[in-house]
Nanobody, 117 residues
């Protein structure tokens, strides 16, 4: 079992920045990939960024150059630094942890990010 607790969402003006945090606990040794997804009203949940256990990262095209995913292994925490935020980044952001044996996804409770003037 893996538990994920997110924090850091909020209201920000266009062009502003936010940093999301996701603290993992439980069977963290089994986590192969951690990532951030988002879901806007009326839209499907989509991958924003992920970081694989070896350290490599992937980003959605829409956030490349603006968002950075990172992790602090000592704190079992993954971060999403979001810069140059746009109104279209408004969504509920979910932390995700994927384990391979058995294959399973774990989700955090979600944190709202609203970009508006």
């Amino acid at each position: 079992q893996v538990q994920l607790v997110e924090s850091g969402g909020g209201l920000v003006q266009p062009g502003g920045s936010l940093r999301l945090s996701c603290a993992a606990s439980g069977s963290i040794f089994s986590i192969a990939v951690m990532g951030w997804f988002r879901q806007a009203p009326g839209k499907q949940r989509e991958l924003v960024a992920r970081i694989i256990s070896g350290g490599s990262t992937n980003y959605a095209d829409s956030v490349k150059g603006r968002f950075t995913i990172s992790r602090d292994n000592a704190k079992n925490t993954v971060y999403l630094q979001m810069n140059s935020l746009k109104p279209e980044d408004t969504a509920v952001y979910y932390c995700n942890a994927y384990i391979t044996i058995p294959a399973r996804n774990y989700w955090g409770q979600g944190t709202q990010v609203t970009v508006s003037s």
